[in-house]
Structures are given as C-alpha cells and as structure tokens.
C-alpha cells in the first residue's frame, strides 16, 4: 500500500481457493492521484471495505469478487486507461473478505453511493426525498448528513468540472482555428490523458461541438468548390471560344495553303509524268539491249551439261495357276531413257566427283500405313520379331510434307579413290580385302571422319560441301516416287545389293554378295542417282531423334532436341535385308563409329 501502510484482512477470511487482483492488464500502467493519499486502484480497495459500498448483493459480507467488480467500476469510472484483472482459482471468487459495515453512517453513505453511481453524480428530487427519509430513520443529524453526501458526491463534482474546462477549451480552440493540425491534435489527444476522461464522455462532447462545426467546414468547402468549379468553366468557356476563334483562322489559312499545295502537286505530277513517260521509253530501250545482249550471251555460253542414263522400273505381275489352282507373281522391268544436268569437280590426279542437279519440290516425308503393314507381313514371313520392328517404324511417323530447295547431290557415294585423293588415307584398309577397290565405296568411316573431308574439300574446291539433311536423302532418293523403293513396290538383287535371302513383297530370293560392289554397279533413279538402296549405309547431317514430331519442313538438317552423340543412317547396305533398304527406313548410330557398312554422300548448296 502506498506509504507502507497495511490493512488487517486476515482475520476477516473465509471459504477457501486463491484469486488474484491486479490493478491493469500486462500491457497497461496504474495510476495515482494526487487527491488520494493511495494509488487509485488501492484507494478504492481499502473504501470499498472499509465504507462496505463493495457489499454488492447487500448480504452484509463482502467476498473477493465483489471487491473486484466494485473496484473496476469506480477505478474505469475516474480513468478508463486502467481495466482492473481478476484471476480466479478453485472457487476464489467466494472468499470472503470482510463483514460489511453495518453502523448508520455506513448504511447511509453506501445509499447515497447507489443514488449518485445510478444518477452519474446527480441526485433526483425523489432520491434526496428518499435519502431524508432514510436519514431519518438511521437517526443521523442533518450536518453529518450532509457531509456524507458531499463526499460522496464530490468525486463526480469534480469529474464535471473537468469535463466543463475540456469543453471550454475545445469550443476556445475552435474558434481561435478550425480544422485543427496535426500539432493541435497532438496537444488535445494529450489534453484528454491528462484530464483522465472517459471516451464516451469525450465523443459526446465531440459530438456536440466538433461534428455541427465539421458540417459548416464542409459546407464551406463545398461552397468553395462550387466557386473553383463555376471559375473553372467560365475560364474554359473563354479558352473554347479562343480556340473557336483560332481554329477557324487556322482552317481559313491551311484552305488557301491546300490550295496553292494542291495547285503544285498538279504541276509536279505532270512534270513525274513527263519524266516517267521519258524514263519508260528509256526503260524499253535497255530492256531490248539487254535483251539482245543476254540472247548473245547465251547463243556464246555453253549449254549445262548433261549425262543420259537408263533406270528401271518395277512391276509385280500376280499370276494363277494351272486350272486356277494356286498363285504366283512375276517380276517385270521396264527401262527408260533418262537426262540429267550435272557438274564435274576434280579432286587431283585424274580423279573426279560427280554432282547430279536435284530440283526444287516438295514430298511426303516418312512411312504410309500401307508401308508398315506390308512390312509387318514381310518381317512374320521371314520369322523377325514383330514388336521390335513396329517400335522402329515408328520412328518414320508421323507423315509430313517437306518442301525442298534445290541443290546438287553426289551420284555415287564417296569412293576409296576420292577418299584418298583428298585425305591421302585408306580407311577402308581396316577392313577385309574386298571393300579396298578404288570403285568402291568408302567405308570405315565415322560421321565425324565425313565432316573433316567435307571441310577439307570445300576450301579445296571453294564451295558448301556438305553431308544431305535426312529429309534432302529421301526426297532425292525417292524421285517423285510414293512406292516402298524408286524402281517400285519391291526389288530383287539384280537391282540391289542387299541381302538377297531375306526379300520383300513379291520378289524372288537372291544373291547375297557379304561385300560392297562398285558404285557405278545397277541402274540409278529416274533422277541419275545411284545406288541409292543398299550396297552402304549413308550418314546424314542430322541428330537422330525417336520420331519426326517437331521436324523442320523445309528440308534443313534436325540439329536440335537432343543431346546424344547419335547422328542419321540412310539407305541399307549389302548386309541387311530388303526391308531395310527402303526410301523411308532410318537408322543411327554414334557420331564416332567405323565399320564396313557404313559411307557417305556428298551435297552441294
């Protein structure tokens, strides 16, 4: 207690549990004042026992919980930044404390404490009648009365007061200058704490005095906007007539300029026509020289040369038997006459390379499903695994239309001779005798082994010297065709040199060699192309991927997708069947592998 003082309860006690009173919550303080010789919170403590005004339910003691609820009432009443906590443990609440007073004064103080709470500080006619009454009857003296009273009373006297001078300096405030600033709200927020006031009580007289003075400052605000707004527009009416006026000079002038403009470009277009007419006739002069000049030129320039060739084509004659019983088919040829346009390169000592022109066009790139299925029928007959091979048709789907560029092709694969007169190596010596002939394709050479002799033969020769993108090897390979090979449905070792054991379609058994043969061997496409089915796989440019999803279609090598060290195959070879040799089958292999059926193509951009 303040000033050490103590208050003897103890023996006042009964029932049982523990509770705690605290004068605020953890994050508040507690207060003093200065009219009271204790804290604000204990002084209401020690009055509430000592008066008995904390005998709530009037039952003549005064428990714990009573204390409290008496407590915060007065202490929130006088400063509502104080909210007094009551903690509660096994029936605490019932303590109690002290036997309520029960002399006259007390009895009628604590009356007039429930008159003055119930009327915030005022006591009614019918509550002074009701307190003379009373006095009466307890037998007190009018004096000692009366200065019960005033103490009681004199608590919300005060309060008043203070509520009068915070009104009066609001209302002073006010009318020194409305609205207030930040500094004179800082001041009357610090005002209210130090008055101690209760909120409601400030926003009522807030209420009373702030809102009807907001009204007119906003009214005037209003009317001073309307004021702005009404100058505003007579301004802009002033600028819109200016604007009227000067629109209407400008019109007025820019009318006579279009005028005189107009009057120029006449004059100006007849000159441009004068001169056009002149420059055109001048035009037909050079043209008719250029003409006749081009039509010396080429009357002087020899023609692009040419080389004749026959090809072949194909045709499966089906044929029944004797009477009609049983079946067989017959192959028929036809040769035809074929031109192509080519160029010739030497590479040194007398040995040179041949480039077939390769014409502009578009084709459908990859498998049909008629392909596949006769394909799959071909692989049961011949005892192959089923799902193996339709897991690597896929890899010529989907179909697609490609659109290809012109450029010139090799009409033979890379042979040892011209690998030789430009690498000065012999590859082919890795491997068995019978691929070494100078006619022979190269073989035992790897993807990489193919772009350092096109680097070597293209600063050689000063031309793009390259390998064919996959797509420019089938394009040319087929030759207008849409059948499984260009000679036609099927092919036959007389034609190919593949495996002739295992054949396709129709076609008969035939030789099967097991050794490159010379590339000039068998007829070429109707393009001049040779050997485009079998004898050697071909590389191609491109990364190998799973499928054609994504594929360019304009006939460009695939170069990205994939980060494995797979490059294209083309064509089949003397070791493997005819299924392999056809114009749409892929294959791959790594970048760096050499074996002896594997060579190359060049091409030329």
């Known amino acids: 207690m303040k000033g050490g003082g103590t208050l003897d309860i103890i023996p006042q006690f009964t029932g049982e549990g523990r509770a705690i009173l605290t004068a605020s919550n953890s994050v508040q303080y507690a207060f003093e004042k200065p009219e009271y010789k204790l804290s604000l919170y204990t002084h209401f403590l ?29 202490v929130t009443h006088i400063d509502d930044r104080m909210s007094p906590q009551f903690d509660n443990h096994n029936k605490g609440r019932e303590i109690v404390l002290a036997k309520a007073a029960l002399n006259n004064p007390l009895k009628f103080r604590k009356e007039v404490a429930e008159f003055a ?91 009373r005095i702030l809102v009807p003075k907001q009204a007119e400052y906003e009214e005037q605000l209003r009317l001073q906007d309307a004021q702005r707004q009404e100058e505003t527009q007579r301004l802009q009416r002033q600028q819109e007539a200016a604007e009227r006026e000067r629109q209407a000079a400008e019109a007025d002038h820019l009318q006579r300029q279009q005028a005189e403009q107009l009057r120029q470009q006449q004059l100006a277009a007849e000159r441009l026509r004068r001169e056009q007419e002149a420059a055109e006739l001048e035009k037909r002069k050079q043209a008719i020289l250029a003409a006749e000049s081009l039509k010396l030129q080429q009357q002087k320039k020899p ?39 080519y160029i010739r390169e030497e590479l040194g000592d007398r040995i040179f390379l041949d480039l077939v022109r390769i014409p502009a066009g578009k084709f459908i790139m990859g498998v049909s499903s008629e392909e596949r299925q006769a394909v799959l029928e071909n692989v049961k007959r011949h005892g192959f695994n089923v799902e193996n091979n339709e897991k690597w048709l896929d890899s010529a789907t989907p179909q697609h239309e490609v659109k290809v560029s012109a450029f010139w092709m090799g009409k033979y694969t890379v042979t040892n001779a011209q690998w030789f007169a430009v690498m000065e190596t012999k590859p082919a010596d890795q491997c068995n005798a019978k691929f070494q002939g100078e006619k022979q394709p ?73 050794k490159t043969v010379d590339v000039d061997s068998f007829n070429p496409n109707s393009w001049g192309l040779y050997q485009m089915h079998g004898n050697v796989w071909e590389w191609c440019s491109d990364r190998w991927h799973e499928n054609y999803k994504g594929a360019p279609q304009d006939g460009s090598s695939w170069e990205t ?42 091409v030329v951009s």
């Not at 709530?56 to 407590?71: A, P, Q, T, W």
């Not at 307890?138 to 203070?162: S, T, W």
């Not at 692009?304 to 192959?331: C, D, T, Y």
């Open 442 to 514: 190269v073989v035992g050479v790897s993807w990489v082994n193919c772009r350092e002799f096109c680097e070597r033969l293209s600063n050689k020769l000063g031309k793009n010297i390259r390998l064919p993108s996959e797509a420019e090897w089938e394009y040319a390979c087929r030759a207008n065709t849409t059948t499984p090979f260009h000679f036609g449905e099927t092919i036959t070792s007389d034609l190919v040199n593949c495996d002739g054991n295992f054949p396709y379609g129709d076609a008969p058994k035939g030789e099967y060699r097991s």
């Open 117 to 207: 709470h119930d009327g915030k500080g005022e006591l009614s006619v019918f509550a002074k009648v009701s307190l003379e009454v009373f006095r009466q009857e307890l037998g007190i003296d009018i004096a000692e009365a009366e200065i019960i009273i005033n103490e009681v009373l004199r608590p919300y006297q005060e309060y008043a007061k203070k509520l009068e001078v915070y009104e009066q300096a609001l209302r002073e405030a006010i009318a020194h200058k409305f609205p207030f600033s930040k500094v004179v709200q800082a001041h009357l927020q610090k005002c209210e704490n130090r008055l101690i006031l209760q909120e409601e009580d400030i926003q009522t007289i807030k209420d």
């Open 303 to 341: 023609p692009q040369p040419e080389f004749s060739f026959e090809f072949v084509k194909l045709k499966v004659v089906k044929e029944r038997g004797f009477l009609g019983i049983g079946s067989g088919a017959r192959i028929e040829l036809e040769k035809k006459q074929g031109k192509a346009p």
């Open 46 to 74: 020690v009055k509430g026992l000592k008066t008995g005004e904390a005998d709530l339910n009037k039952d003549g003691n005064i428990s714990v919980f009573e204390l409290h609820e008496y407590v915060e009432e007065q």
């Open 561 to 602: 997708g994939t980060v494995d060290n797979l490059r294209a195959l083309r064509g089949g070879s003397w070791y493997n069947n005819a299924i392999n040799c056809r114009s749409a089958n892929r294959d791959r292999n790594s970048a760096d592998l050499r074996n002896g059926n594997i060579g190359f193509r060049l």
